[in-house]
Nanobody, 121 residues
């Protein structure tokens, strides 16, 4: 069974940093469009940063220059380095990827369970 497991959330003061990790585990053929999303209370889930199948990286406008997404392919892991955190960055952060479980299967979206990030002012 394929799983996306996030870690690294926590509580920091404004201006602080955190690094989130997401490991893709289980049996699969490949994954695509892996990235990070977040959802604050009362708000819709939004894209934060993602590797796109086009080869480019997308960032939400408010995190550009502060957050950096990276990946370690041999470890099937994607990271989100978050610097200069602000209270408005507080949310549950989710990892998502399109997973292809076999060479002949379609790709399906898989989500992690989420990790809480709280930034105090």
């Amino acid at each position: 069974q394929v799983q996306l497991v996030e870690s690294g959330g926590g509580t920091v003061q404004s201006g602080g940093s955190l690094r989130l990790s997401c490991v893709v585990s289980g049996r699969f053929y490949d994954f695509y469009d892996i990235g990070w999303y977040r959802q604050a209370p009362g708000k819709q889930r939004e894209l934060v940063a993602a590797f796109l199948s086009t080869g480019s990286i997308a960032y939400e406008a408010s995190v550009t220059g502060r957050f950096t997404i990276s990946r370690d392919n041999p470890k099937n892991t994607v990271y989100l380095q978050m610097n200069s955190l602000q209270p408005e960055d507080s949310a549950v952060y989710y990892c998502k990827a399109k997973i292809q479980v076999s060479s002949t299967s379609l790709q399906y979206d898989y989500w992690g369970q989420g990790t809480q990030v709280t930034v105090s002012s």
